[in-house]
T-cell receptor
Framework: SQQGEEDPQALSIQEGENATMNCSYK?????LQWYRQNSGRGLVHLIL?????REKHSGRLRVTLDTSKKSSSLLITASRAADTASYFC????????????FGKGTRLSVIA | DAGVIQSPRHEVTEMGQEVTLRCKPI?????LFWYRQTMMRGLELLIY????????DSGMPEDRFSAKMPNASFSTLKIQPSEPRDSAVYFC???????????FGQGTRLTVV
């Protein structure tokens, strides 16, 4: 069963604008991760935020986590055409050595 | 390390044929996962292994699907017999442990005609 639900399903913005994608989940987590998938390729890990963290930065990426609302957001600042891809959130369960559960993703299109 | 390696990249087969997908995980990773991705259902976990042992195969859609991991550096996903509804992209991923950062292969695009 899918844990994370990304919102929106699709997003189209102009180059230079910021892109915000949201993820909601249902159960307690150990961590939450964001992945990127270019068309026809495998998923690539972007950033991991632990359940005791509220915000994390990596380059033009900013991730927030609100465990009370069971939600996370991924912000990409100053977007580029090369950021066009699908973005997935994945939750790392609290229960031992169990796999990530992925959402259905947000399709981001950055128009030059 | 070259990352997770999957083969073949593309597979076109006729309905009823046996299909075998292969995966070489990253050396040192203890967990291996097989996922299937379609437009309709998104990314579905089929089965995962910890230390070469299958832990949960509840995501395997039918008995036509089977997976093995004979050693730490090789896994196969077999579909026998294949059906058109099996057409999808199949990903293998590995990680140090479940719930940690996962590294994905490039996927195998399977088309069953």
């Amino acid at each position: 069963s899918q844990q994370g639900e990304e919102d929106p399903q699709a997003l189209s913005i102009q180059e230079g604008e910021n892109a915000t994608m949201n993820c909601s989940y249902k159960t307690s987590i150990n961590n939450l991760q964001w992945y990127r998938q270019n068309s026809g390729r495998g998923l690539v890990h972007l950033i991991l935020i632990r359940s005791n963290e509220r915000e994390k930065h990596s380059g033009r990426l900013r991730v927030t986590l609100d465990t009370s609302k069971k939600s996370s957001s991924l912000l990409i600042t100053a977007s580029r055409a090369a950021d066009t891809a699908s973005y997935f959130c994945a939750t790392g369960p609290t229960s031992g050595n169990t796999p990530l559960v992925f959402g259905k993703g947000t399709r981001l299109s950055v128009i030059a | 390390d070259a990352g997770v390696i999957q083969s073949p990249r593309h597979e076109v087969t006729e309905m009823g044929q046996e299909v075998t997908l292969r995966c070489k995980p990253i050396s040192g990773h203890n967990s291996l996962f097989w996922y299937r991705q379609t437009m309709m259902r998104g990314l579905e976990l089929l089965i995962y292994f910890n230390n070469n042992v299958p832990i949960d195969d509840s995501g395997m859609p039918e008995d036509r699907f089977s997976a093995k991991m004979p050693n730490a550096s090789f896994s196969t996903l077999k579909i026998q017999p294949s059906e058109p509804r099996d057409s999808a992209v199949y990903f293998c991923a590995s990680s140090f442990r479940g719930g940690a950062e996962a590294f994905f292969g490039q996927g195998t695009r399977l088309t069953v005609v």
